[in-house]
């Protein structure tokens, strides 16, 4: 089953459903681009809602096979799938590199971590099945037993495409269930179509990973058959806020289960006990990695008063060390912007916060796609960019008298996602951390960190769901089985 033909440099996939490759019924595709040159990336399918319905139907037709397959068996398939990960590593650096434009360090640094989870993976497979319950009526074996729960609908999107792609897929399937993945129109093949390609060389079970791949416009005719198909019992959804207001309304009507990892408005506190160089290597870092398109970088940085105009100082000068342009180019560490659109709506809002009184010190211009890494200061309240995640290379820095304000800053917004807290006092920033409403509080560290044993997810407006071992909890129903045996 190979699915991709190099006789142009193009590459060209058909969607995966039961274990293969098609066309669709009218052999329709579309064009995927590279953000950093514009040029044609791949022609993929076009999948419409017949494909996106068949789809299903392989998956629940694999769902009783796959649940009952023996856990060893699982587990040798996904160590089968990381080897084969290492093997393609550069190869799927490249057309990481260039569907989704992320540097060559994101790329490989993504590679890594979907191996390591794919290891880890094997292991989940052997979590505890459920509990025996102490009984108070003699004689009954009394249990709490997880089940899967059928057919999950993964949206996988184009940021941390790999990463995000193989996780929206592994924790599913570790927890016993089959999974149809929709990727983001703008990279299903880093978003899905490689996952296929990898399970279907691992030897995985026709039907158990499946991606219907679709235009842009398209993503509601692909969604409408995930809700009206009553196979589908879970929504994965892995996305804006916004987009998440309208699957859980429409998952309330046909009440399915909704797994929900959403976007963050991430905040930094800085002490003024603190080191200050590491600070700013922290804050750069949480500001600027993959152009500020990802869901976890730090949107505002908060300083105490004391620190402020140094913080500000050296920050400025280590992002204007930045370098930038091509991701294939290995120094590069800012790329490009995803779509014109997202550089576009990055330019409205920065001018918007100028024009309400705040001030670039240093960034505010573009090359291309490239937007240039951009501290703003002197930010109103009331400017979208402080109270919207804006997906760009943008971070606001702003001054705190108090670590209570400081706090309140913090949790300013309706976001959840990750925090972090920067304080030479250790005790103080386990004592503050508790303070932060954020599905992650990082103490000392950047707001961006993954680790594969970490309950990753957000609280309040950034979504419910937890990643690693964890997800057991979204993707299983825990069953009371409850025998009377005297
Ligand atoms: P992002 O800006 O990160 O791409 P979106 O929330 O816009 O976030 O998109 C996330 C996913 O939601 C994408 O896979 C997209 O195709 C999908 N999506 C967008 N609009 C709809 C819709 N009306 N119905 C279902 N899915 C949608």
Redesign the pocket.
Known sequence: SVSETETTSAIHYGHFVGGDWRATADGTTFEVHEPYTGKVFGEVAACGQAEAKAAIEAASVAFQGWAELAPARKAALFLRAAEIVERRRERIADLLARETGCTVFFANFQQDLVKQTLQHAASWVYQRKGDILQSDVPGTYSTAVRRPLGVVAS?T???GASVLAWRAVLQPIAAGNTVVV?P???APVSAGLIVAEIAAEAGFPPGVVNVVTHAPGE??VI?DEFFENPEVRCINFI??V??AR??SERAGRVLKRTVMELGGYNPMIVLEDVDIDYAVRCATFSAFFHQGQICMNARKILVQRGIYDEFLRRFVEKTKTLRRGDPQNPETVIGPLITPQALASVKERVAEAIELGGKALTGGNHQGQVYEPTILVDVPPEATVCNEETFGPVTIVQPVDTVEEAIAQANRTMYGLTSAILTGDTYRGFELAAQVKSGAVHVNMPTIDDEIQAPIGGVRDSGWGRTGPYSIDDFTDLIWVNVQSG
């Open positions: 949206f999107p184009w940021n929709k983001s129109e703008l993503a509601k969604a996305g804006s916004q987009t309208m699957l």
